[in-house]
T-cell receptor, first 114, second 112 residues
Framework: AQSVTQLDSHVSVSEGTPVLLRCNYS??????LFWYVQHPNKGLQLLLK??????LVKGINGFEAEFKKSETSFHLTKPSAHMSDAAEYFC????????????FGQGTTLQVKP | ETGVTQTPRHLVMGMTNKKSLKCEQH?????MYWYKQSAKKPLELMFV???????ENNSVPSRFSPECPNSSHLFLHLHTLQPEDSALYLC???????????FGSGTRLTVV
């Protein structure tokens, strides 16, 4: 069965410092993995996705994530946080089925301090 | 705009009312989903439709009734809701396996 665990429910960084949001997954096959962002009172927006091509995936707004099979991790990083990055972030793994069903992590709230 | 449009954006309804949420996508996607997002809780998958057919119902109470008349439209009919049903209801669509979802902006529902 597939599952995903976001290791931190809340991360706080100062503006201009690096961001690291941690995600571990469990999958019985080679998964597709995603990061989504949700700003307050908004829907979810796709940041980036991994689908068995390059293990380092670049997304929008300067975010990137690295797929590490040996560690079953897919951590999200950004070199320098911006105030507008403050939001909820979800790590997501696909389920092997024709419906394309996704399983969402619990979410990590990113706070960016001036 | 993401390509998935949800209406209304906000809805306040009494427990005896009947209302419907609408979701529309013209991305050519074959699968559509309803999710419930409550405060301090993870996203809850409610229903999955694939090529207009319901393929998953996650033990959702019958006061929530989905309808998918075609691959572009998805409705969620609501009746005799409870205050604990107040939440953000998100619609999403996808082309299929291994693809990400495209989400709508959601309907913020308040049951009074």
């Amino acid at each position: 069965a597939q599952s995903v665990t976001q290791l931190d429910s809340h991360v706080s960084v100062s503006e201009g410092t690096p961001v690291l949001l941690r995600c571990n997954y469990s999958s019985s096959y080679s998964p597709s993995l995603f990061w989504y962002v949700q700003h307050p009172n908004k829907g979810l927006q796709l940041l980036l996705k991994y689908t068995s091509a390059a293990t380092l995936v670049k997304g929008i707004n300067g975010f990137e994530a690295e797929f590490k099979k040996s560690e079953t991790s897919f951590h999200l990083t950004k070199p320098s946080a911006h105030m507008s990055d403050a939001a909820e972030y979800f790590c997501v793994v696909s389920v092997s089925s024709n419906t394309g069903k996704l399983i969402f992590g619990q979410g990590t709230t990113l706070q960016v301090k001036p | 705009e993401t390509g998935v449009t949800q209406t209304p954006r906000h809805l306040v309804m009494g427990m005896t009312n009947k209302k419907s949420l609408k979701c529309e996508q013209h991305l050519g996607h074959n699968a559509m989903y309803w999710y419930k997002q409550s405060a301090k809780k993870p996203l809850e998958l409610m229903f999955v439709y694939n090529f207009k057919e319901q393929t998953e119902n996650n033990s959702v109470p019958s006061r929530f009734s989905p309808e998918c008349p075609n691959s572009s439209h998805l409705f969620l009919h609501l009746h005799t809701l409870q205050p604990e049903d107040s939440a953000l209801y998100l619609c999403a669509s996808s082309p299929g396996q291994g693809s990400g979802y495209t989400f709508g902006s959601g309907t913020r529902l308040t049951v009074v």
